[in-house]
C-alpha cells in the first residue's frame, strides 16, 4: 500500500522558519520524482518545488526561489523542504506528491499558518 505522510506544519510568525518531512512506502522511493505542493484556501493547488531522483536536480516556484529548499534522503525514502523567511502568503496546506511518468501518489497534506 503507497503512503506519502506529512509533517512538520504548525504556525509560526512572519520571517520565521519550517522543515517539512514527507516519508515513502511503498513504491520504489529512489526513481520517483518528490515535490511539494501547496494549497491555499480559495486558490488552486500550487507547485512550490521539486527534485528529481537522480542527480537530484530541483526546481522551484519563482514566490519561494531564495527561501525555500528542497532535499531527499533516499536511504530514508524521506523528502525535505527547509522553509525560511516565511510570509503570510506562503499559508496553506502543504502537499507531498510523487511522481513517474504517468503516476502520480499524494499525501494528506500537512497545515503551515504564518501568521503574527
Known amino acids: 500500500q503507497v503512503q506519502l505522510v506529512e509533517s512538520g506544519g504548525g504556525l509560526v510568525q512572519p520571517g520565521g522558519s519550517l522543515r517539512l518531512s514527507c516519508v515513502g512506502s511503498?513504491?520504489?522511493?529512489?526513481?520517483?520524482?518528490m515535490s511539494w505542493y501547496r494549497q491555499a484556501p480559495g486558490k488552486e493547488r500550487e507547485l512550490v518545488a521539486r527534485i528529481f531522483g537522480t542527480p537530484n536536480s530541483t526546481n522551484y516556484a519563482d514566490s519561494v526561489k531564495g527561501r525555500f529548499a528542497i532535499s531527499r534522503d533516499n536511504t530514508k525514502n524521506t523528502i525535505y523542504l527547509q522553509m525560511n523567511s516565511l510570509k503570510p502568503e506562503d499559508t496553506g496546506t502543504y502537499y507531498c506528491n510523487a511522481n513517474r511518468l504517468f503516476t502520480n501518489f499524494w499525501g494528506k497534506g500537512t497545515l503551515v499558518t504564518v501568521s503574527s
Open positions: 511503498g513504491f520504489t522511493f529512489n526513481i520517483y520524482g
